[in-house]
């Protein structure tokens, strides 16, 4: 009798630890918010007479809208750099956008980590799109 109910304990510790980790193995549903960080960028690019002018959105995880508002110029200058590091040759390739984004959002994420979940975390900048773009 003894035997029996040990084994039934054992199995409904098991079916539980096993249920609770498919719950906590579940995707997390992350609200994305979108934010302009102000006015055009223009500046020059690197070793060239040329320069660039463009307008941005930051897609972040999670509302960052305090953060954004109290550090803009701190992200505004880490994109800026982004824009004035880039050589010519980048500008004229096909896969610029994705370039320049994957750049800046790793920058901004370097910047700002998340504020918890460790090794988990979801990092607070997504993606950066570009609503315009120029080069003279």
Partial sequence: MNKKIIIII????LVAGVAAAILLMQPREIKQFYYSPGDAFVTNVLDSDRLIKTTLVICTNGDQETLISEKNAVIR???LQVFRETPEEQYKSANLQTYLSDIMVARLNGLFPPEEGGENAVPRFARIYFND???Q
């Fill in 133 to 135: 773009f120029v080069m």
């Fill in 10 to 13: 054992i199995a409904v510790v």
């Fill in 77 to 79: 200058d880490t994109l």
